[in-house]
């Protein structure tokens, strides 16, 4: 069992900077997967980026590919999402997930934050 808790999210500016945090329970956080999905009102929910359990695979989705960056610290059991050059159409609620195993799916990943709103202003 995996308990996931964001932080960091709020307001920015086009163009700004805002770094999430997700903080897990468990002593097994290094054997997961970890993810952030993004939802918008009215869309579905959709991959930002994912990082294997020793962090030596990233995978990003393209509209944030070059802006973001995922990592993660075992010893605390945390994974960040860095988010620079950021754009309106970055505003959403993010989430944190994890599984075993890589995937880019939502439907794939069995536990899940509560989510922190981010809204980027024009």
């Known amino acids: 069992q995996v308990q996931l808790v964001e932080s960091g999210g709020g307001l920015v500016q086009a163009g700004g900077s805002l770094r999430l945090s997700c903080a897990a329970s468990?002593?097994?956080?290094?054997?997961?997967?970890m993810a952030w999905f993004r939802q918008a009102p009215g869309s579905e929910r959709e991959f930002v980026a994912a990082l294997s359990g020793i962090g030596s695979s990233a995978y990003y989705g393209d509209s944030v590919k070059g802006r973001f960056t995922i990592s993660r610290d075992n010893a605390k059991n945390t994974v960040l999402l860095q988010m620079n050059s950021l754009k309106p159409e970055d505003t959403a609620v993010y989430y944190c997930a994890a599984r075993m195993g890589p995937s880019m799916s939502s439907s794939q990943y069995n536990y899940w934050g509560q989510g922190t709103q981010v809204t980027v202003s024009s």
């Open positions: 468990g002593r097994t956080f290094s054997s997961y997967h």
